[in-house]
């Protein structure tokens, strides 16, 4: 046994450190085989990929060796959640149960900073016509930034319900003047870039590792320090990001953004020089006209080919683009910000050079949300191994050891789904582990798939399931999160609920309401109030409501990747090339993991109980529903509405009248 692996085993055990300092520990064989090996791949060098289900206690076992070892690391994770918790609990009482001393650092993205500066402008230039609350609450974030601390909106209560001001209080790296900018020595971004470079372990996301990428690939000054480890927790949301890893990117955001500052030109020493506030005017007006005509062409949310085969609104985006760029150009050299104006026109006018250019439809991608929430992509020709290495494997940082962590990477020993996902070369040949879960049981959940329902498909579908589930959430009295595959059955499965409810039921979709928000509401109600949560998207996973908060969970439909997604055609291509099933390693692959993360949201803990309901009848009536079954976390099957209903008078023989277990989102 090696040193350091040696040393944390004797910190894990039953008489070492961990158990003199917390009096609740206990030894877990699956933590202490998780850390012996992260403890081996720190020593030695190389990569580990381990699978460790809820309850394994996995933050730990990635922690303790990095510490004891005494090295730099950066840590990053899926959420801003996650990464308060690993800087402001997991590692400090990591430290303190170890006496080491420790310099930890949180960097996130600079969105999540407010800018002085802007801020400043944002007050000063007085309320906009018929907003005086929104001009209060300017001031009152001005008085909290200028009082110190470090800026981080998502300490700001109440910041949710601002998102239309975010880009007037933030920066970005385009309208960001740096040393030109007058408070450049208070400035909030560069102080936590600055802590980040002398700490000895900086908390990321992952947003911000892609963004480190893409600095180096343009080989502007790298956000992060030189380090020896880099952990990827949660490494299976690295794989949302990896279709942007070699794109040019226009994000309707960063449109807003370009015009809202061009019109601030107009107000400013520099109105004279140009027609800033028509020029702004156009491009505002070009951009809003792009989301309509995309909103009445796209089939679906989602990544997807460009939907639109007339170019009449990308085209007069790419002349509002140009007008701006031929005024800026003109009076680049009266002041750096126009300057910096005009490069942030440049990637904008390459993409659409590109749309409006050729006939061929996979030369520009969309990914749509919504009419303000959307992006065209520009892929490269190819998928780029070397970014994709550079992604997996923390090498831009100069890292010896790199450590994914997960509930979710694979079905087999070599997780061969999680690095094929990542699109990495087949040559990357990490070291792998499985482990499962110590509490495991398989009586806590049952699941049932109802047999008669509507194919996933007919119209019918939502309406159909909505009133299925009715009287086992009002057996419940609510405690019932219910996750759909689209935004759109969210939206209809909510409406269904709403109008089949009993008077007083809350039904909350997120999105109209925060996540935070929805997930407080579900752990507070009362048995009078049963509360429903219907989500699509992000609490497919990253969220934790442990106890009889949730008894009741439902999955509308079986989560495969639209058959129509270009980033998946990519990766079937990449399939048949190395003689795989393209069906069998990717689609299937892809919603067997899907759909264990979202089964995992019931059972969060030894003792939680409870019925999973999943609303496809593919799941009894295809060849692969077996495979997918397989996938999920061992339960009780429930064969009929008799048996439902015998399952539920247990649960609600367990259930207190009130909970005071907390949910949490990471």
Not at 255 to 272: F, T
Request: net charge positive; charged share 20%; glycine share 8%.
């Amino acid at each position: 046994m090696s040193g350091l692996v040696a040393r944390v085993a004797q910190a894990l055990a039953g008489d070492g450190a961990l158990a003199r300092a917390w009096p609740e520990w206990r030894v877990r064989d699956a933590q202490a085989a998780m850390a012996q090996a992260v403890a081996q791949t720190v020593e030695e060098g190389g990569a580990l990929l381990v699978e460790a289900p809820p309850g394994s206690g996995k933050t730990v076992a990635y922690l303790l060796p990095w510490l004891l070892s005494g090295r730099r690391a950066v840590v990053s994770t899926s959420t801003h959640v996650l990464q308060r918790q690993l800087a402001e609990r997991d590692l400090p009482r990591l430290a303190s149960a170890t006496g080491l001393a420790v310099r930890v650092a949180v960097l996130k993205g600079r969105g999540r900073y407010v800018c002085l500066a802007r801020l400043q402008a944002a007050v000063d230039g007085g309320p906009r016509m018929g907003a005086p609350a929104e001009h209060a609450w300017l001031r009152e974030l001005l008085l909290w930034a200028e009082r110190g601390g470090d800026g981080d909106l998502d300490q700001v209560a109440g910041v949710d319900a601002i998102a239309g001001l975010h880009g007037r209080v933030t920066s970005t790296s385009e309208n960001c003047t740096r040393q030109a900018c007058a408070r450049w020595a208070d400035c909030h971004v560069e102080r936590a870039r600055r802590a980040a470079q002398a700490a000895d372990v900086v908390v990321i996301n992952h947003h911000v590792w892609l963004a480190e990428l893409q600095r180096q690939t343009r080989g502007w000054p790298r956000l992060l320090p030189e380090v020896d480890v880099v952990v990827f927790d949660e490494a299976h949301a690295l794989h949302g990001l990896r279709a942007r890893l070699d794109a040019e990117v226009i994000e309707h955001a960063r449109l807003q953004r370009l015009w809202a500052d061009l019109a601030a030109l107009a107000d400013g020493p520099l109105r004279g020089l140009q027609a800033w506030r028509l020029l702004a005017h156009d491009g505002q007006a070009a951009t809003r006209g792009l989301a309509q005509a995309l909103g009445a062409a796209v089939p679906r949310e989602g990544r997807q080919a460009w939907p639109l085969n007339d170019r009449q609104a990308p085209w007069r985006l790419a002349t509002a683009v140009a007008a701006a760029q031929a005024a800026l150009r003109a009076s680049a050299d009266a002041d750096p910000r126009l300057g910096r104006l005009l490069e942030r026109t440049r990637g904008a006018a390459a993409v659409l050079h590109t749309l409006l250019s050729t006939g061929e439809p996979s030369a520009v991608w969309l990914d749509w949300q919504s009419h303000e929430d959307w992006a065209c992509l520009r892929p490269a020709a190819a998928s780029d191994v070397q970014a994709a290495h550079a992604l997996a494997t923390g090498a831009p940082l100069g890292a010896r050891s790199v450590v994914h962590a997960s509930a979710t990477l694979g079905q087999d020993e070599a997780l061969q789904w999680h690095r094929e996902a990542l699109a990495v070369d087949p040559a990357w040949r990490p070291r792998t582990l499985r482990l499962r879960s110590p509490d495991e049981d398989p009586g806590a959940a049952a699941l049932y798939v109802p047999d008669d329902l509507p194919e996933p498909a007919e119209a019918t579908h939502s309406q159909a399931l909505a009133e299925r589930i009715v009287p086992w959430i009002e057996r419940l009295g609510g405690r019932c999160l219910v996750l759909a595959t689209t935004r759109r059955a969210a939206q209809r499965l909510a409406q269904a609920l709403q109008a089949r409810g009993r008077p007083g039921w809350r039904v909350l979709l997120v999105g109209d309401k925060p996540t935070h928000a929805a997930l407080q509401a579900l752990r507070g109600a009362g048995p009078g109030a049963p509360t429903v949560v219907v989500a699509s998207g992000a609490l497919w996973q990253g969220i934790d409501v442990p106890g009889e908060a949730l008894q009741l969970l439902v999955i509308d439909k079986l989560p495969f990747a639209p058959p129509d997604d270009p980033w998946l055609q990519r990766r079937l291509e990449r399939a048949r090339a190395i003689g795989a099933d393209p069906f069998t390693s990717v689609q299937l692959a892809d919603a067997a993991m899907a759909l264990r993360q979202g089964a995992g949201r019931l059972i969060r803990r030894a003792g939680d109980r409870g019925l999973i309901v999943i609303g496809d009848v593919r799941l009894r009536r295809r060849a692969y529903g077996a495979a997918l079954l397989a996938s999920l976390p061992a339960c009780r099957w429930l064969d009929s509405e008799g048996e439902v209903q015998a399952w539920l008078d247990e649960l609600g023989a367990l259930t207190r009248p009130s909970t005071t277990d907390r949910p949490t989102s990471s």
